[in-house]
């Protein structure tokens, strides 16, 4: 019939090459979070994190704490507004640091966001260094 089926141009097949990788990826790592292993792991790192949150939340040097899922935030009271990358900030991280544990504070504010195959004493290591970090600032 003389009419020649097109194949698209070299240019846009790694794009569409890519955007399908991506698609994938994006659908297996939705797959593995709809586990029952990584839900498990959610509800517990969240339980826990309610139960130090009732813990230290009535510390004369938290302003206010907050759980959503498996994220844990505390911000620390202050005498002035804290600024991203002000001196308690960098006292914060630095003790962490040195303690072993990588909690990059924002300002006042410090974030837990731990993976979720965390160990429970990976977790309390984390929590009881927030506890002596508040007793020293």
Same mark, same amino acid.
Do not use: W
């Given at each position: 019939?003389?009419?020649?089926?097109?194949?698209?141009?070299?240019?846009?097949?790694?794009?569409?090459?890519?955007?399908?990788?991506?698609?994938?990826?994006?659908?297996?790592?939705?797959?593995?979070?709809?586990?029952?292993?990584?839900?498990?792991?959610?509800?517990?790192?969240?339980?826990?994190?309610?139960?130090?949150?009732?813990?230290?939340?009535?510390?004369?040097?938290?302003?206010?704490?907050?759980?959503?899922?498996?994220?844990?935030? *505390?911000?620390?009271?202050?005498?002035?507004?804290?600024?991203?990358?002000?001196?308690?900030?960098?006292?914060?991280?630095?003790?962490?640091?040195?303690?072993? #544990?990588?909690?990059?504070?924002?300002?006042? #504010?410090?974030?837990?966001?731990?993976?979720?195959?965390?160990?429970?004493?990976?977790?309390?290591?984390?929590?009881?260094? #927030?506890?002596?970090? *508040?007793?020293?600032?």
């Amino acid at each position: 019939d003389g009419v020649r089926e097109r194949k698209p141009t070299s240019a846009s097949d790694p794009v569409r090459i890519s955007k399908l990788l991506r698609t994938k990826a994006a659908l297996s790592a939705i797959s593995i979070l709809e586990t029952p292993e990584i839900q498990n792991a959610i509800f517990h790192i969240n339980k826990k994190h309610l139960a130090f949150q009732n813990k230290i939340n009535n510390h004369p040097r938290i302003k206010t704490t907050r759980v959503l899922g498996v994220i844990f935030a *505390l911000e620390i009271k202050t005498e002035s507004e804290a600024s991203y990358y002000g001196n308690l900030r960098n006292a914060l991280y630095r003790f962490f640091i040195e303690n072993g #544990i990588i909690l990059r504070p924002v300002g006042n #504010i410090v974030y837990i966001l731990p993976p979720y195959i965390i160990e429970d004493e990976q977790l309390e290591k984390i929590y009881a260094t #927030i506890e002596q970090v *508040l007793e020293i600032i």
